[in-house]
């Protein structure tokens, strides 16, 4: 689900919206916690492995909702300047969700 933007004759560029993809930050956080609290079932190196996985999930997330938060602060006009920076983002955790062997 890569954050794309739509078409806004109104306001001009294509524009994202950015309640969806806080959504889909909040969902990703909820199933990383959920992935935590399974890594303590873990054997010790599957542990381990496991959760230097979720430790990268975690910080994708972090940087995902930055980008976000950056682009809040900068004023919804400015899509064009972030727009390829969130979509790094989003791609590199949506590729680490699909990569983490569970």
Do not use: C
Not at 18 to 28: G, H, P
Not at 70 to 93: T, V
């Amino acid at each position: 689900m890569t954050p794309k933007g739509r078409k806004d004759t109104a306001r001009g560029p294509l524009e994202p919206n950015v309640d969806k993809m806080e959504a889909q930050l909040t969902v990703w956080a909820a199933k990383i916690d959920g992935l935590s609290a399974k890594a303590g079932h873990a054997g010790v190196r599957a542990g381990i492995e496991y959760r230097l996985s979720i430790d990268d999930l975690k910080a994708k997330r972090v940087l995902a909702q930055a980008k976000v938060d950056e682009y809040k602060a900068a004023g919804r006009d400015k899509w064009e300047g972030h727009q390829a920076g969130i979509e790094l983002a989003w791609s590199d955790l949506e590729d680490a969700f699909a990569e983490l062997k569970l």
